[in-house]
T-cell receptor
Framework: RKEVEQDPGPFNVPEGATVAFNCTYSNSASQSFFWYRQDCRKEPKLLMSVYSSGNEDGRFTAQLNRASQYISLLIRDSKLSDSATYLCVVNRGGIDMRFGAGTRLTVKP | EAQVTQNPRYLITVTGKKLTVTCSQNMNHEYMSWYRQDPGLGLRQIYYSMNVEVTDKGDVPEGYKVSRKEKRNFPLILESPSPNQTSLYFC????????????FGPGTRLTVL
């Protein structure tokens, strides 16, 4: 079993839709959590950190449930430019980062 | 401009021919890592460094070497490349905390024939 698991998708949604991605992790000692975005053949870039209290950045909302070892990302009012692969990332401490395989999103007109 | 650079960006080589992929960052970051990305597997950490002269193995270190003689540089060395090392490689750097963002280089696409 992978340490960080994501639904690979692909998710194909129309513009304006709301879409949710889920991620589970197996190491209960994990310290910090992130969502990164990766465009095709490009480097990953930080989308947002994820906090236990939940956090929002414009159309994006991230939630962390430590008890269930579950992380989510909600995208509201999807734009064409949101099309990308979204990576769930868990830090076990220091520089020990574990990546999910990614969830691919395509937003269509 | 704050950035992580990698060279070369693309490389096709043959089995057994030693190669080095360079990585440099201009943000004075303590932490640096190398990852490989393969379809369906996500990014896997090869080696990491928490400071000059301090390196350690990640998940998939076999067949790779690294060095950290200067804070800004973290080269990845393949002494005898094999076809199963064909992959997309990323270098990354961050400040010394598990809560900080990692900044990635643009990637190096390596093909070993």
């Amino acid at each position: 079993r992978k340490e960080v698991e994501q639904d690979p998708g692909p998710f194909n949604v129309p513009e304006g839709a709301t879409v949710a991605f889920n991620c589970t992790y197996s190491n209960s000692a994990s310290q910090s959590f992130f969502w990164y975005r990766q465009d095709c053949r490009k480097e990953p870039k930080l989308l947002m950190s994820v906090y236990s209290s939940g956090n929002e950045d414009g159309r994006f909302t991230a939630q962390l449930n430590r008890a269930s070892q579950y992380i989510s990302l909600l995208i509201r009012d999807s734009k064409l430019s949101d099309s990308a692969t979204y990576l769930c990332v868990v830090n076990r401490g220091g520089i020990d980062m574990r990546f999910g395989a990614g969830t691919r999103l395509t937003v269509k007109p | 401009e704050a950035q992580v650079t990698q060279n070369p960006r693309y490389l096709i080589t043959v089995t057994g021919k030693k190669l080095t992929v360079t990585c440099s960052q201009n943000m004075n970051h303590e932490y640096m890592s190398w990852y490989r990305q393969d379809p369906g597997l996500g990014l896997r950490q090869i080696y990491y460094s928490m400071n000059v002269e301090v390196t350690d193995k990640g998940d998939v270190p076999e067949g790779y070497k690294v060095s950290r003689k200067e804070k800004r540089n973290f080269p990845l060395i393949l002494e005898s490349p094999s076809p199963n090392q064909t992959s997309l490689y990323f270098c990354a750097s961050s400040e010394s905390s598990s809560y900080n963002e990692q900044f990635f280089g643009p990637g190096t696409r390596l093909t070993v024939l």
